[in-house]
């Protein structure tokens, strides 16, 4: 099992800058991917960011150029951490944001964090 537990987030006025983090736990050996998914109010859930093991990292297109996501593996610990830096805010980034977490193997597993509110007012 793997537990994720987010941080960060909140109310910023567009143009603005906000950070998340989401650090995992448990059985961090199995984890692939790490990345954020984005839902808005009325809308599905959408792919936000996502950082493999490696270090190669996707993009949606909405985001790119200001949104940055990174990884810490914590070598020595059962922890591994994901963070997502989002910069020139945008009032249609409003959203809850979920971490998420992608096992090795086939088929993987999807582990979910609780979700964090971003706001971006206008």
């Known amino acids: 099992q793997v537990q994720l537990v987010e941080s960060g987030g909140g109310l910023v006025q567009a143009g603005g800058s906000l950070g998340l983090s989401c650090a995992a736990s448990g059985s961090t050996f199995r984890i692939n991917v790490m990345g954020w998914y984005r839902q808005a109010p009325g809308k599905q859930r959408e792919l936000v960011a996502t950082i493999t093991s490696g270090g190669s990292t996707y993009y949606t297109d909405s985001v790119k150029g200001r949104f940055t996501v990174s990884r810490d593996n914590a070598k020595n610990t059962a922890k591994n951490t994901v963070y997502l830096q989002m910069n020139s805010l945008k009032p249609e980034d409003t959203a809850v944001y979920y971490c998420?977490?992608?096992?090795?193997?086939?088929?993987?597993?999807?582990?979910w964090g609780q979700g964090t509110q971003v706001t971006v007012s206008s």
């Open positions: 998420n977490a992608q096992t090795y193997g086939v088929p993987y597993v999807n582990y």
